[in-house]
């Protein structure tokens, strides 16, 4: 009787504490991410307040996020996999590297690594917390991003920006010398699939970061430099430089046979194996022209792509020497492939990596500063 009196009195005490895990892992993740979720906020806000400014229209960011992403169940189903993804990719890692149990396979390790990072609340309330506040903020982004030329009609930047390209590449087009290096149709192909996959790599670390890294500061540093990007390089910078690229330069800004040259190269491969480059140049450049419903406005500099891979790659860097080379090999690849493949002068990805390093530097300062440490990840 005494037994199970106690039985029940320890089964109680532990519902208390799990019930205080959650609710303490949820109020730490809002502490922790305090300033990233601030700096969200403040940009739906402004976005809100500027378009109805400049087009007598609210962004209207909420009710466009049924738009932008199809349902939720969709979203959950693409973080999990992008979660079980992650975490085989960081077993292997481990054991590539030598920090892994090799006397373990990787099937446990897999397991053992899901135990000792997921059974706790706190890793779910950051990735719970991340996406309640992110979905509406990047749809605030897009809204933006579509506007662009309203707010600052497409004119003189991408003729700065092709001539720069050449002073910096000895009088050549950069495209010209990608396409000298790269100039076989499988050799297109497999950097279009490469550049595709931008996504995936971003936010499955965006992701992996949120669950898997139990540095705090290094955390919140990646995420708030993630926010910055989008805000300082792909809102700010965008609307200041608004341009639309070699791929649209022909079409919107005027005649220009270097760039009619590089689409027409581009259309050739495409035609006979189908690029995702040129399918989503056509959705984006019908979006424009009032085609088809706007898949997402056309902005060149500053390059996000690039933003976002060098971020990637500062990241690693402060994880281990090996992964660094390889995420900066992965950068280096989206800038050639930013440029072979039409979207982006090389200038964008210049000035989008400088940018970077800055928003990098400053996101480690602020962290230091108004960094509060995530007590979820000791439960």
């Known amino acids: 009787m005494e037994n199970n009196e106690n039985r029940n009195i320890n089964v109680g005490s532990a519902a208390s504490v799990n ?145 720069l390209d050449r002073v910096l590449h000895f009088t050549m087009d950069p495209w010209q010398i990608t396409w000298a290096l790269f100039s076989s149709p499988w050799a297109t192909v ?30 919140a540093r990646f995420i708030l430099a993630h926010i910055l990007l989008w805000v300082l390089l792909g809102s700010i910078s965008a609307v200041a430089f608004s341009s639309v690229g070699p791929c649209f330069y022909n079409d919107a800004i005027g005649t220009q046979q270097s760039f ?34 706007i898949f997402e406005g056309i902005s060149a500099m500053p390059s996000l792509h690039i933003a976002q891979a060098a971020l990637l790659a500062l990241y690693g860097a402060t994880i281990s020497k090996k992964l660094a080379l390889i995420l900066w090999v992965y950068f280096l690849i989206m800038l050639i492939g930013s440029v072979h493949l039409g979207w982006h002068y090389a200038v964008d990805g210049y000035f989008a990596a400088i940018g970077t390093l800055l928003i990098w530097w400053l996101s480690g300062i602020m962290s230091k500063v108004t960094g509060v440490p995530f007590r979820s990840s000791k439960r």
């Open 19 to 163: 019930g205080r895990g959650v609710i303490g892992s949820f109020v730490d993740s809002i502490s922790g991410l305090g300033l990233s979720l601030t700096i969200m906020v403040g940009y739906i806000i402004a976005v809100e307040i500027i378009l109805w400014a400049t087009t007598g229209n609210f962004a209207n960011t909420f009710s466009s996020y049924l738009y932008y992403y199809d349902t939720i169940l969709k979203r959950i189903a693409l973080i999990l996999t992008i979660v079980i993804a992650a975490s085989a990719i960081w077993m292997l890692w481990k054991n590539i590297t030598g920090n892994g149990d090799v006397s373990t396979s990787l099937t446990k390790q897999l397991i053992n690594g899901w135990r000792a990072h997921l059974a706790k609340p706190g890793p779910w309330m950051r990735l719970l917390v991340i996406l309640i506040f992110y979905q509406p903020f990047f749809s605030a982004f897009a809204t933006l991003k579509e506007h662009i030329p309203k707010l600052n009609p497409f004119s003189h930047w991408d003729v700065s920006f092709a001539e």
């Open 190 to 219: 497999v950097i279009d699939r490469l550049y595709i996959s931008w996504y995936s790599a971003v936010y499955g670390t965006l992701f992996a970061v949120i669950l898997f890294d139990n540095n705090t500061q290094r955390r």
């Open 260 to 293: 009619g040259e590089l689409m027409a190269r581009l259309g050739a491969v495409d035609q006979q194996y189908p690029l995702y480059a040129i399918k989503l140049q056509a959705m984006l450049w019908d979006g424009y022209i009032g085609a088809r419903p």
